[in-house]
């Protein structure tokens, strides 16, 4: 019989504070850890898994029309081309219609769509229309969220990105750039910065505050943290089952990898390169994988409970970022300006794609991510899409919303979700705060919980 962890329990080192994945011994389990090389962190949490929220920013609106799904044979979701990555998950995934940003509408500020996008995604609020230091805007429900649930974690709250946006100066038609390179706001006039360099989101999870000169010191030595918690990793392997062992050994490989990868961009970025190609430190050659270093961050940050909340942001709203890995040259919000052409329109689908394309591998991660009786992603609601509906129309009802996850198994999935147009996105909102267990009565423009059980 193997000893009871508390879900708090973490492996500490140099500089370094390591949190474990849910293990079979972790049920019913006690308020302190029983081995004396283990600390654990505040108390112990409930046997039951909680739920995680994520939200997943999509910028520039997308080729609606190749971006559809129907109710299929058999009761299985067909998904059009754009959504076709989503094949093999559609079971554990929901894609939603109707739902409408209406704060992001210019309610008479005149152009600036991609600003109100970002701006309003989270808040459900109207931004000021400044690009001054007089920005107002409003709480973000991650914040919201963060401000129940971030006091069970050691963090109470992520925030990622993977394209640095200013935080001050005119980014669109009179905004400040403040609105369309952040989705997460902790009040109405701070945003919330993202980390958009993948070693120092890993440094965020696994680093220790508390230790900063030893954190340092660990750091230029470039070692493997595994390396500094691997006395107290031996001593808690003795206590556990052989379930368990495999589960701990799954999970520090996949720490190391995460690592190898890390500096393996760090590596690129400090390779000799073109004036015409600057590359920030530590940030990888290619996008994807870019986007899948930040998903694979957001992944270790739910299992090992280091947060219940998260945001990602795969680019700033109004990005002109170029595809080369998909063989696409021209800006991205060039391109979302097509006017009916038909190259550019098949050239946005196809970014459309590649973003599905990285958001249907996290969601397979997930869902292969034992935790409890089921899985990572059934004990989480990870919403993915965008503030713009149609990138050349700049319109912002009938969003490209899809939903993930079953919320602790409060929630039905492999369905289309069809609400009556107009339904504000905020509704949606508040029924994934109230699967998490911080239930409001209204949020932004909500005007009632949207029915997804």
């Known amino acids: 019989m193997t000893n009871q962890l508390s879900r708090r329990t973490v492996l500490r080192g140099l500089g370094v504070t390591m949190a474990l994945p849910w293990l079979e011994c972790m049920a019913a389990a006690p308020t302190t850890a ?44 067909e998904l059009a081309d754009t959504l076709e990555p989503l094949a093999a998950v559609r079971n554990h995934v929901n894609v939603l219609t109707g739902l409408t940003l209406q704060k992001a509408r210019a309610n008479g500020d005149g152009p600036g769509d991609h600003a109100r996008s970002s701006a309003s995604f989270l808040t459900g609020q109207q931004a000021r229309k400044t690009a001054g230091n007089d920005i107002r805007n409003g709480v973000s429900i991650d914040q919201v969220a ?14 990622l990105g993977c394209e640095h946006g200013p935080s001050a100066g005119n980014c669109d038609s009179g905004y400040s750039c403040a609105y369309s390179s952040n989705i997460s706001w ?23 505050a508390s230790q ?55 590596a690129e970025s400090d390779a000799p390169r073109l004036p ?14 870019h986007m899948d270093l930040m998903f694979d961050m957001l992944l270790l940050a739910f299992q090992t409970d280091s947060t219940r909340v998260g945001t990602l942001m795969l680019a700033v709203d109004g990005s002109n970022r170029t595809f080369p ?59 993915f899409g965008g503030g713009i509906s149609d990138g050349n129309k700049h319109n912002h009802e009938d969003l490209p919303i899809v939903l993930a996850g079953r919320g602790g198994g409060g929630v039905a999935t492999g369905r289309l979700i069809q609400s009556k147009r107009e339904t504000p996105l905020c509704n949606l909102y508040l029924s994934m705060l109230d699967r998490a267990g911080c239930p409001r009565d209204n949020f932004g423009d909500s005007t009632s919980p949207l029915a997804i059980t």
Do not use: C
Request: aromatic share 6%; net charge neutral.
């Open 212 to 266: 900063q000169a030893a954190a340092n010191e660990r750091l230029s030595r470039r070692k493997s943290i595994l390396d500094f918690v691997l006395a107290e990793s031996k001593s808690l392997e003795s206590t556990l089952g052989p379930s368990d062992r495999r589960k701990l050994d799954q999970y520090q490989t996949a720490v190391r990898e995460l690592e190898q990868r890390i500096e393996r961009a760090r």
């Open 186 to 208: 902790r009040d109405e006039s701070t945003p919330m910065a993202k980390i958009i360099d993948p070693a120092a989101a890993f440094e965020r999870l696994f680093g220790d």
């Open 325 to 383: 890995e998909i063989g696409i040259r021209d800006g991205h919000h060039h391109l979302s300006h097509h006017q009916g052409n038909a190259e550019m329109i098949e050239k946005i689908r196809r970014i459309d794609r590649f973003h599905v394309e990285r958001f249907a591998r996290f969601v397979r991660k997930l869902a292969d991510t034992p935790e409890g009786e089921g899985s990572l992603l059934d004990n989480s609601l990870i919403l």
């Open 146 to 159: 963060a401000a129940s649930l971030g006091k069970l974690t050691r963090l109470p709250s992520i925030e």
């Open 34 to 77: 029983p081995a004396a090389a283990l600390s654990a962190v505040g108390s112990a949490t409930p046997a039951a898994a909680p739920v995680r929220l994520a939200y997943v920013f999509m910028p520039n609106g997308v080729n609606y029309d190749a971006w559809s799904a129907k109710p299929g044979a058999g009761g299985l979701l």
């Open 276 to 289: 015409s190609t600057p590359a920030p430190a530590g940030i990888p050659d290619t996008i994807s994988e």
